[in-house]
């Protein structure tokens, strides 16, 4: 009985915690989203509408001065994918990066970085283990002219996008880059949420925050009149 109460005492203490960290993941989405947002409002960064809305799966990545610093503690990484039939996106997953395993140099300043997968299969990447993208991510950082170019054929399946202008002139993730936040989605979604069931599986819904950011994206895709259409 003593230890059926001492569980239960846990338990209660622990509900609490877990229901602030939450918090702090959606407090976390919703700067990823006003990053998101203030880069798509500099012609010359942003992410052109065409593209966006042919792109089938995102990652948003953040990078302080001192580094990435993503898991659960630090927050940082968010990815989302389409709807194999309906198109619409899916809920968030968070990731985790590290800074080492990432092939373009980043000079040890803040930027913020948008990867955009082009096709399902490239989506596919996020769960068959830690990214491995090699030379296939063509990066675009600060130029959106270069971005609407990468559509042409053959059409690359990872294009990369940062909000500082020549941070780099291509990219290549190298494995181990980014994985999952398993400690982060469970506190999310209440369970353990591996990425495939919140990617791919339908599992999970979208969060009202998430919902934020999707609003966000998509407004950012619909845009017209302005050279972001491209």
Not at 192 to 221: C, M, N, R, W
Request: aromatic letters at 6%.
């Amino acid at each position: 009985m003593k230890k059926i109460f001492s569980l239960l005492v846990s338990l209660c203490l622990t509900l609490p915690v877990l229901a602030g960290d939450k918090a702090q993941l959606d407090n976390q989405l919703r700067k990823l989203t006003a990053k998101f947002e203030a880069m798509q409002a500099k012609p010359d960064k942003a992410i052109p509408a065409e593209t966006l809305r042919k792109a089938q799966g995102v990652v948003l990545l953040d990078r302080t001065k001192a580094g990435f610093i993503f898991a659960f503690q630090g927050g940082g990484g968010v990815a989302m994918v389409r709807d194999a039939k309906s198109s619409n996106w899916g809920p968030a997953a968070f990731l985790t990066a590290t800074e080492a395993s990432l092939g373009f140099q980043v000079g040890g300043q803040q930027s913020f970085i948008v990867i955009l997968l082009m096709n399902t299969n490239a989506t596919r990447l996020l769960t068959d283990g830690d990214i491995e993208f090699g030379g296939e991510a063509r990066g675009t950082a600060g130029n959106s002219t270069a971005g609407a170019e990468g559509v042409v054929k053959p059409v690359p399946s990872v294009l990369v996008y940062d909000d500082r202008k020549g941070l780099y002139g291509g990219a290549a993730l190298k494995g181990g880059a980014i994985s999952p936040d398993d400690d982060a989605n469970t506190v999310y979604y209440g369970q353990y949420a591996p990425l495939k069931d919140i990617l791919h599986d339908k599992k999970f819904k979208p969060s009202d925050v998430t919902k934020e950011l999707i609003g966000k994206i998509e407004q950012a895709a619909n845009r017209t009149g302005d050279g972001l259409n491209r």
